[in-house]
């Protein structure tokens, strides 16, 4: 049980290290969208900016254009995120309209991947 707990709080604490390099170093290329009357929901709903989510449980459904933070129990991603994640849960589920651009920084007891994801690092 110990051995467990100073893996976890060397694992926070090495996020918590590498925050300030890591938010500022993915490049991220902004896709060109095309303006119309009415723009669809997702593109209503899309989020331009890093996201930080701690909750017992999180739905990501919406389009991200940045990098996602994540502490929870569940955290289930059915969306596209251009950007790193890193997550902290019990159980993580990438759907199959998961897609994420970047990387993945995992720490979970379960990972469930149906979608897309470039690379993973995950313990």
Same mark, same amino acid.
């Given at each position: 049980m110990k051995k467990t707990n100073k893996i976890f709080i060397s694992f926070l604490i090495f996020l918590i290290a590498l925050f300030? %390099? %890591?938010s500022f170093s993915a490049d991220v290329q902004n896709d060109i969208m095309l303006i119309t009357e009415e723009p669809n929901q997702s593109e209503v709903n899309q989020k331009n900016s890093d996201v930080y989510? %701690?909750?017992e449980t999180v739905t990501i459904d919406y389009p991200i254009n940045g990098n996602v933070y994540v502490i929870a129990d569940s955290v289930t991603i059915n969306s596209q995120i251009i950007g790193n994640v890193f997550i902290m849960a019990k159980n993580i589920t990438i759907d199959t309209e998961g897609y994420i651009y970047y990387d993945l920084f995992a720490l979970a007891n379960n990972i469930n991947i149906n979608g897309t994801i470039y690379d993973i690092y995950a313990c």
């Open positions: 300030p %390099i %890591i989510l %701690i909750d």
